[in-house]
């Protein structure tokens, strides 16, 4: 049973930014992603990065603002979060997949393992 413990949440004005991480309590050799919540709504794809890292996924709400990276020797996952808007605002949480092959990064229901979340508060 892999888990992931989230940090890096907070308050943070506009434009301002971010970086969540994403620690497991082992090596996820998959598929990590990241995803969000807001209140009222479902939740939604932000970004996923396959266990090599050398392919990473972006919604194209996040595009060229949100970098996803890893660090195998750490079991970690990162989340840098540039740019921020109001519209960002959600619990933000981890997600792992222990075997990936290519295919549905977007779909919560790919993954086998998430966190407990972390809050993400952006003020205009």
């Known amino acids: 049973q892999v888990q992931l413990v989230e940090s890096g949440g907070g308050l943070v004005q506009a434009g301002g930014s971010l970086r969540l991480s994403c620690q497991a309590s082992?090596?996820?050799?998959?598929?990590n992603g990241w995803f969000r919540q807001a209140p009222g709504k479902e939740r939604e794809f932000v970004a996923a990065?396959?266990?090599?890292?050398?392919?990473?996924y972006y919604a194209d709400s996040v595009k060229g603002r949100f970098t996803i990276s890893r660090d195998n020797a750490m079991n970690a996952v990162y989340l840098q979060m540039n740019s921020l808007k109001p519209e960002d605002t959600a619990v933000y949480y981890c997600a792992a997949k222990l075997s990936y092959s290519s295919g549905s990064y977007y779909r919560d229901t790919t993954y086998d393992y998430w966190g407990q979340g972390t809050q993400v508060t952006v003020s205009s």
């Open positions: 082992e090596r996820t050799y998959g598929l």
């Open positions: 990065t396959t266990w090599r890292g050398d392919n990473t």
